[in-house]
């Protein structure tokens, strides 16, 4: 039997913040000893869109980077741990979690 899609029932506001999260980690550096990535600025809108790196995605999927409840239950599911509004620290099981969400939001672009 296949594994669940979304095994943690994430909503699709906490899904988005999530694959956000995760495309912004690897620009934090390699993970630490245990697996984490504190991440401590989030990227900013430039009318509708917002850049990480040559990835481009739409302004209204940031919206859960600045919603503390989202970054709560993110917390209590075991993928990051919250330092709000300042820093998320993205977990080994966070960076992990598949969204399904990256090739959906993120479009590459060397623009």
């Known amino acids: ?7 943690l029932n994430l909503n699709p506001l906490q899904l988005k913040t999530l ?5 912004l980690a690897p620009h934090f550096g390699p993970p630490g000893a245990d697996g984490s ?6 990227p900013h809108a ?15 999927d ?11 239950a993110l917390e209590r ?13 993205l977990t080994a099981a966070g960076l992990a979690y598949d969204t399904g969400l990256r090739d959906k939001l993120f479009f590459r672009s060397p623009h």
């Open 37 to 42: 990535v504190r991440i401590d600025e989030f």
């Open 19 to 23: 694959t956000i999260l995760q495309e």
């Open 46 to 60: 430039h009318g509708d869109h917002f850049h990480i790196g040559e990835a481009v995605a739409a302004t209204r």
């Open 1 to 7: 039997m296949p594994a669940k899609k979304n095994p």
């Open 62 to 72: 940031l919206s859960g980077l600045a919603n503390q409840a989202v970054w709560a």
């Open 77 to 89: 599911k075991g993928l990051l741990r919250s330092e709000y509004p300042e820093a998320a620290v």
